[in-house]
């Protein structure tokens, strides 16, 4: 009883697991979550009496944190052995500052007449920079280029809010932008990494705040993100390695802050819950880096990870899944994971004919910027307007882990014959005791078309009564075991086909067809020499199939050299006293005639290095035969990778040559052992010969920096070098001139 493509919902790639909402993260060796993190207080004590309060942090180009003061101005390092006072930033003013920006070589203090640039290794006052147009100054940020982003506001101008730029020298480099009409009561600003995008966080006096992002390198396009804030956001920073952007503001519930984390395109890809340490006092503003550190109105506090002080629950919800209106109903749901000794996964189920309560989840699914986790929370908050999923019912399954279970996946078959409706929602739910593992989840497949094995017994165990329930429940494991066999039977075909083959499956292919074991190859070029294989075995043994191994394990950058194949030189016989050849000829030796191949082979003896037996005595050796023998059987290979590539390649390119090169030969390879950039130096690594820019057209070949080319002279293969034709008409050079003369070259 094998169910058809159509009769199948899948969850087994990451796509579709991220179809769902859930809070736990997928990747392609199943699921994860994200560790928990804590606030730890920042030891603060070696700070000055005075300085501890008010303090504005940033982390230079190294990673370690700077605080400064901001009334008194004095300047701290934090170092692995402990915390140093570096100096005082004097010589703008007075005045107390909101924010500072700390650069390479330049140090921005936000002031509230302006913006004061100090050299961030003396900490020399380098001039004022004032507002321009008067506007008040409302937010910097680094453009990691010494410069600024700047948000300034005028409440008697409409529009009011704008972004600028200012370059290291404090000048306005790109036309301002304008953001919006409204006030803000407060304003943030991050700008990404690589400087390609600028999002401005604005909050109004009602608590209510909107995400604008700016597309720096597409005309400065601004767009507002789809973004819900559930409380009032009081800090905004960019997180540098993953290109997320981080937001912290305070709940309603006293003594929480909330650490969200945004991609670039404003969706929610975590959520976490950091309880305030009473010694941090009120929370003011979240610091990038390696470690986000939350700012107090009395200290710091650093992210870190810790241990959860309580088991966790996570939760996954798939989407609707809606069977054919002339189907016969739902079959089972089968669930493979692996769950750690101490965990628990609980499945359940909702089955509606409700066409009104499928459509509102799927507003749910389908809202513009929607992520799992943002799903998620709304459809934990919709209440009785949601899913009613059941508190504790008979149907609920539930498995714990056991030792054996730790390495081995277990099968969870769940019976959906009760589910009568045409619409069906399955929710997981993964809990782990404190300092327990999280259950990794494989693959979930809900089958419908509501066809049993209890449709080929006798009619008296199809009563629609209880009896019809158990003994479907009692067939249940039989057509789990057969339905799989079925499915590896019918997916043989595509199995054993080079070009649907799971990636896993091409290696025992290749080995099917003779090739060693290449499970250690890159999955990509084991099904480019599965693809090759006819046409490599049907040559094997000659340079031509040789090349063509080498030239997919490399991506083209290997060259081979049969020693029979190449030319060889000459050598004239040796005479004797007459000048007649000692051979007995009646011709006497002369270049082209009566000749053999190239220098005296074997080499002359030499004491020392001499094989006893075989080397000879005499200063040449007159036999052609041997001479052939010494370099008809040598074949030397040259492969221009990396030393990285070189020492993963060495061992798969041992074992193919074996196949590959006939027996009698005597191989020798060479790695050159050289990167990109020093193929490419001689021509600039950033040159190009075109337009590679995505979507114009021109492919890799056109480059002169990338993995895959050989120096520009370095090889004389034909069809290396791929010069792309030009765009531009020729010139014309007897074109007419000025006054009907023409321009000539001589």
Request: hydrophobic share 40%; charged share 20%.
């Amino acid at each position: 009883m094998n169910c058809s493509e159509d009769e199948a919902f899948r969850f087994t790639t990451v796509a579709q697991w991220q179809a769902g909402a859930h809070d736990v993260t997928f990747t392609d060796s199943g699921s994860q979550v994200r560790p928990h993190r804590c606030l730890e207080l920042v030891d603060t004590t070696p700070i000055a009496e005075g300085d501890n309060c008010g303090l504005l942090a940033a982390v230079d180009v190294c990673g370690r944190l700077n605080v400064m003061s901001s009334t008194s101005r004095a300047w701290y390092r934090f170092y692995e052995v402990g915390i140093g006072e570096l100096g005082r930033l004097d010589g703008g003013g007075t005045s107390p500052v909101v924010d500072m920006v700390l650069g390479r070589d330049v140090i921005w203090l936000g002031t509230d007449y302006g913006l004061e640039r100090h050299d961030a290794h003396t900490f020399g006052f380098l001039g004022l920079v004032e507002s321009p147009s008067g506007d008040a100054i409302g937010a910097i940020t680094s453009d990691y280029r010494d410069g600024l982003w700047l948000v300034t506001a005028n409440k008697h101008q409409t529009p009011c809010v704008t972004l600028r730029r200012i370059d290291r020298w404090g000048r306005e480099c790109v036309e301002p932008i304008v953001l919006t009409h409204d006030v803000p009561a407060s304003v943030s600003v991050v700008a990404t990494a690589e400087g390609s995008s600028v999002v401005v966080l604005l909050t109004c006096e009602s608590g209510t705040a909107s995400l604008l992002h700016v597309e720096v390198d597409d005309g400065c396009e601004t767009t507002e993100l789809p973004v819900r804030f559930a409380g009032i956001p009081v800090g905004l920073a960019a997180d540098g390695d993953r290109g997320f952007v981080s937001l912290s503001y305070v709940p309603a519930v006293e003594g929480l802050v909330v650490l969200d984390s945004f991609d670039i395109d404003g969706l929610l890809t975590g959520r976490e819950y950091l309880e305030v340490p009473a010694a941090l006092g009120a929370v003011v503003d979240v610091a990038p880096g390696p470690t986000p550190t939350v700012v107090g109105s009395s200290g710091l506090a650093a992210v870190v990870e810790c241990e959860r002080a309580r088991p966790a629950t996570f939760t996954y919800i798939t989407p609707t899944l809606t069977r054919s209106v002339a189907g016969k109903g739902w079959n089972r749901a089968e669930l493979t994971a692996l769950i750690p000794v101490g965990a628990t996964i609980e499945i359940d189920w909702v089955s509606s004919d409700d066409a009104t309560l499928a459509a509102n989840i799927d507003e749910v699914f389908d809202a513009p910027g929607s992520s799992p986790l943002s799903r998620l929370i709304t459809l934990q908050s919709l209440g009785p307007d949601g899913v009613d999923w059941p508190d504790d019912s008979e149907r609920t399954i539930r498995c714990s882990g056991s030792p054996s279970s730790d390495d081995n996946p277990v099968l969870l078959p769940v019976q959906l014959d009760e589910a009568d409706g045409q619409f069906l929602w399955m929710r997981l739910r993964i809990m782990v005791p404190v300092g327990r593992n999280v259950p990794s989840l494989k693959s979930l497949q809900i089958l419908h078309g509501n066809d049993s094995y209890i449709d080929f017994l006798p009619a008296i165990y199809r009563d629609g009564g209880s009896g019809e329930a158990d003994m479907r429940q009692v067939l249940a494991p039989f057509e789990v075991v057969f339905d799989q066999l079925d499915a590896a039977i019918a997916a043989l075909p595509t199995r054993i086909d080079p070009a649907t083959a799971p990636d896993d499956w091409t290696d025992y292919l290749l080995s099917w067809l003779g090739f060693p074991r290449l499970g250690d190859l890159d999955p990509v070029k084991r099904r480019s020499l599965l693809g090759a294989a006819p046409e490599l075995l049907q040559r094997r043994g000659t340079v031509g199939a040789l090349r063509t191994l080498l030239d997919i394990l490399t991506d083209g950058r290997a060259d081979v050299e049969d020693g029979g194949a190449a030319p060889a030189g000459w050598v004239l016989p040796a005479l004797g006293p007459d000048c007649e050849p000692l051979d007995g000829g009646s011709v006497p030796a002369r270049l082209g005639s009566g000749t053999v191949l190239r220098a005296q082979q074997p080499a002359p003896f030499r004491p020392g290095v001499a094989t006893l037996g075989r080397a000879p005595l005499g200063p040449v050796c007159a036999d052609p035969g041997l001479v052939l023998s010494q370099t008809a059987g040598r074949v030397s290979i040259t492969l221009d990778v990396s030393a990285g590539d070189a020492a993963t390649l060495a061992p798969i390119i041992d074992r193919l040559l074996a196949v590959f090169v006939p027996a009698h030969c005597r191989v020798s390879v060479n790695y050159t052992e050289t990167d990109p950039a020093t193929r490419s130096a001689t021509l600039d690594t950033d040159l190009r010969l075109a337009d590679d820019s995505p979507g114009s057209g021109d492919d890799d070949a056109s480059r002169l920096s990338w993995s895959g080319h050989w120096r520009l002279g370095g090889t004389t293969r034909a069809g290396t070098w791929q010069l792309p034709d030009p765009d531009e008409v020729p010139a014309v050079l007897d074109r007419p001139g000025p006054g009907d003369q023409r321009n000539y070259l001589s």
